[in-house]
Nanobody
Framework: QVQLVESGGGWVQPGGSLRLSCTAS????????LGWYRQAPGKEREWVGR???????LYADSVQGRFTISRDDAKNTMYLQMNNLTPEDTGDYYC?????WGQGTRVTVSS
């Protein structure tokens, strides 16, 4: 059974950057669906973006140009580089591989 573990969350000031990691254990990433979601306080979980086998990404409009998803299959790890963060980016961030979810990591953007 593949398990996903996110890390790298924390507190950052507006305009700052964070890099989240998602590592798979007990198996490898799904080759068909690999991406990130987030859930802001009091809101529903929303899609952030996904990375294809080619390494190309597809992103929600709200993060386009600021966030970049990458993957290192040799390390069974996916990354979410987040730049120019705003308070609206605050939330719990989850990675997903196929139908498997990670437990989430919290990102707080505030001054």
């Amino acid at each position: 059974q593949v398990q996903l573990v996110e890390s790298g969350g924390g507190w950052v000031q507006p305009g700052g950057s964070l890099r989240l990691s998602c590592t798979a254990s007990g198996g490898t990433f799904s080759t068909s669906l690999l991406g990130w979601y987030r859930q802001a306080p009091g809101k529903e979980r929303e899609w952030v973006g996904r990375v294809f086998n080619s390494g190309n990404g597809l992103y929600a409009d709200s993060v386009q140009g600021r966030f970049t998803i990458s993957r290192d299959d040799a390390k069974n790890t996916m990354y979410l580089q987040m730049n120019n963060l705003t308070p609206e980016d605050t939330g719990d961030y989850y990675c997903k591989s196929g139908s498997i979810w990670g437990q989430g990591t919290r990102v707080t953007v505030s001054s």
